[in-house]
């Protein structure tokens, strides 16, 4: 296993955050109660919802949304590609049938509105948008779209912890959005997730379907709010746990100045890398935008082999990352479908090491090895009989 002189994520877990979840065992409460009941208000206020439910991971809460927004089969729900396989699966779950669409441009990795527009059917249920690295990208277009078109829009909201457009968080754009608390989130509790939702409706349906369908948990009936249950729908089991609860509640608490911190790192890392041969910096900066800042990438240039680039850092202790493999291209779902921009995005992206704890030294390091990375590549396509 390397050694990372600077990982491609952190998360440090502090004392006062390992007494939170200590407190919760003492409790002898461990299923959802009285800390998920605390993080839901807070996660609704903070986004701005009239509903925030928490639920076992990011996973889940798309598979809820999708659930709970009534997609079945002979249904189309157009998404992009370029994301994790769990926005499409999602989808899948529910027996509709995802329609992917291409992105804007390489440096701009999100649903592009014409590609969204074109891929519409009368078949067409929804709209799965997804923040990418935590950027809004054309959501209020992709948002009006939909309200045009008579079509929901679901936002896969997985990076966009913290991120708000015209003072409007992310996920909340459309009927119902989708939150992951995985390690590598800028809100991360291990695994968890959460649903937003402005809609009382879906809120009952996600509330009813993460718990096997039942009409009251335990916790209502420790309260004596209830004294029995009912089953009436085939729900599962995406409950989160308390410890996990109060993990989250802390972490929210301390997520704006996380960001804050990841805003100032991805500011320094395109003045450092401004003008460097070989390489274009991704996710422009959106005026009027608070960004989450979960990813930053870069985009080679054609001709600069990625592999060699990524060992080179990886030689130099530097670790990266490939976000995403195109979802189309993978064999589950193999879609015979051209979308040029998305796979030349796939092709030619690196993301490179953000973190709230990153310190300056570290963020050197890594333009260090980029420079050298490319300096050494282009001096290797220049040499007659030599290869990147």
Not at 25 to 54: D, I, K, N, V
Not at 68 to 94: C, K, M, Q, R
Not at 312 to 329: D, N, W
Not at 340 to 360: G, K
Request: hydrophobic share 45%.
């Amino acid at each position: 296993m390397p050694e990372w002189t600077v990982p491609l994520a952190d998360v440090v877990v502090g004392e006062e955050d390992i007494a939170a979840v200590a407190d919760v065992y003492r409790s002898g409460w461990l299923s959802m109660g009285p800390q998920t009941e605390a993080l839901e208000r807070e996660f609704a206020a903070y986004a701005g919802a009239r509903h925030a439910l928490a639920v076992a991971n990011g996973t889940a809460a798309l598979h809820l949304i999708c659930a709970a927004a009534g997609l079945g089969p002979g249904d189309e729900v157009v998404v992009p590609s370029l994301t994790f396989v769990a926005t499409v699966n999602a989808i899948a779950y529910t027996a509709a049938t995802p329609v992917f669409a291409d992105v804007v441009s390489v440096t701009e990795p999100w649903l592009d509105p014409a590609a969204v527009e074109a891929a519409l059917t009368e078949r067409t249920r929804a709209i799965m948008s997804l923040a990418y690295g935590g950027h809004p990208g054309s959501i209020a277009d992709v948002a009006g779209l939909g309200r045009d078109r008579g079509v929901a829009l679901l936002e896969d909201a997985a990076h966009a912890a913290g991120s708000r457009l015209g003072g409007r968080h992310l996920g909340t754009f459309g009927l119902a959005g989708a939150f992951s608390f995985f390690s590598n989130k800028n809100l991360a509790v291990g695994e968890g997730g959460m649903v937003v939702t402005d809609d009382d409706e879906l809120a009952a349906r996600v509330r009813l379907l993460r718990s096997h369908g039942m009409t009251t948990l335990s916790w209502d009936r420790h309260r004596g709010h209830a004294s029995g249950y009912d089953v009436v729908d085939l729900g599962f089991n995406y409950r989160i746990d308390e410890p996990r609860a109060a993990l989250a509640r802390r972490r929210l608490a301390c997520l704006d100045a996380d960001n804050a911190r990841r805003a100032e790192l991805d500011a320094r890392y395109r003045e450092l890398l401004a003008g460097v041969d070989g390489l274009t910096p991704a996710l422009p900066p959106l005026p009027g935008a608070q960004l989450a800042h979960h990813l930053f990438t870069i985009v080679l240039d054609d001709g600069v082999g990625r592999a060699r680039f990524r060992e080179e850092l990886a030689a130099r202790g530097v670790q990266t990352s490939v976000h995403y493999p195109p979802v189309h291209r993978f064999s589950i779902y193999g879609a015979a479908v051209g979308l040029p921009v998305t796979e030349a995005y796939a092709a030619r992206a690196v993301t490179l090491p953000l973190f709230a704890t990153m310190t300056l030294a570290q963020q050197d390091e890594v333009v260090d090895a980029v420079r050298a990375a490319l300096a050494l590549l282009t001096a290797a396509t220049a040499s007659p009989g030599r290869g990147a």
